[in-house]
């Protein structure tokens, strides 16, 4: 069975910093791509970014509201993924979510299965 | 950026009716698109990809269709345990984009 747990959300003030981990299992991990998504209280659902798998050297692609403040990050040993949070807004809080991605058959990528998701709240 | 519209942004209506609500993508998008339900307090869930395909487990009530730049969801025969918000998503090309949802509840 697949499964995705978030952790490491709370409560932060603003410019601070906060890491939020994913833990995989039931399914080969490098095999696939990885997002977060997030969504704050009381609104949709939002990409953050995404990491390619080791044979596309583990690049990543983000959304322009968290471009160079946001670094996602992976583990393959440990089928963990990374959210690494910097320069925190108000704006940033909502629940996070880690999501699988999975192939078509025209190579593109597709969400699948997603984590219990993680709130960060950024407060002073 | 692509941008995803959804409508109607909620609608009411009564068990055993067919329901359909529609995404269109501000430019074409093949049929990368996925669509997603979230029930109330509850996680999101991946219902179809490709536009058509039922994601494992997903009922056969639920349909997709489309391709391009408009896109359809279908519930066949809706069911109290079908009440969420539903929102679609393209995988095209980066962003990655999400609609704002519809939400669907009985009468």
């Known amino acids: 069975e697949v499964q995705l747990v978030d952790s490491g959300g709370g409560l932060v003030q603003p410019g601070g910093s906060l890491r939020l981990s994913c833990a995989a299992s039931g399914f080969s991990f490098s095999d696939h791509y990885m997002d977060w998504v997030r969504q704050a209280p009381g609104k949709g659902l939002e990409w953050v970014g995404r990491i390619r798998k080791k044979a596309n050297s583990y690049t990543t692609e983000y959304a322009a509201s968290v471009k160079g403040r946001f670094t996602i990050s992976r583990d393959d040993s440990k089928s963990s993924l990374y959210l690494q949070m910097e320069s925190l807004k108000t704006e940033d809080t909502a629940v996070y979510y880690c999501?699988?991605?999975?192939?078509?058959?025209?190579?593109?990528?597709?969400?699948?299965?997603w984590g219990r998701g993680t709130l960060v709240t950024v407060s002073s | 950026d692509i941008q995803m519209t959804q409508s109607p942004s909620s609608l009411s209506a009564s068990v055993g009716d067919r329901v359909t609500f529609t995404c269109r993508a501000s430019q074409g998008i093949s049929s990368f698109l996925a669509w997603f339900q979230q029930k109330p307090g509850k996680v999101p869930k991946s219902l179809i990809y490709d536009a058509s395909t039922l994601q494992s487990g997903v009922p056969s009530r639920f349909s997709g269709s489309g391709s391009g730049t408009d896109f359809t969801l279908t519930i066949s025969s809706l069911q109290p345990e079908d009440i969420a918000t539903y929102y679609c998503q393209h995988y095209h090309s980066y962003p990655l984009t999400i609609g704002g949802g519809t939400k669907v509840e009985i009468k």
């Open positions: 999501t699988r991605a999975s192939p078509n058959s025209r190579g593109h990528w597709y969400f699948d299965y």
